[in-house]
C-alpha cells in the first residue's frame, strides 16, 4: 500500500478496513500518494479511528496493530492533498460500526 506505483491513475481509491494498520507517520505519507494515484473528480474513501491514538486488537488469536490520526488531521490532510470531503460518517451502523470517510479530487 505504501508504494502503489504512481504512473497508473483510477477513477476510484478504496482503503477499507486497511489504512488504520499503518502507523501515524505512514497514514500522513499516504496522502500524497492518494493525490498521485486519483485523477482529478475521482473518489477517495477509507475508513479510520474516531480520533488520535494506537489500539491493538487481536485476529484469529494474533495481535492486530490499529492507529489513527485526528479527525481535523485527517480533513487537513485531504484539503491539502487536493480532496474535498463529500461524507464522514462516525461509527456508521450500517457498515459495522465504521467510521468512514468519502472525499473527491478536485
Known sequence: MRV????????G???????????PEDQ??????FQAITV???????TSGMSYGVAMG???????YHASLDTSEYRSLLETSDF?????VLED???GHRTVWLSRRR
Do not use: I
Not at 500522513?28 to 500518494?33: I, T
Open 40 to 46: 482529478p473528480g475521482g473518489t477517495l474513501m477509507f
Open 13 to 23: 481509491v478504496l482503503a477499507w478496513d486497511s489504512f488504520f494498520h499503518l502507523c
Open 58 to 64: 487481536t485476529y484469529r488469536g494474533e495481535p492486530l
Open 93 to 95: 451502523p450500517s457498515c
Open 84 to 88: 474535498e470531503v463529500l461524507e464522514h
Open 28 to 33: 500522513r505519507k499516504m496522502f500524497s500518494l
Open 4 to 11: 502503489l506505483p504512481h504512473e497508473q491513475t483510477f477513477n
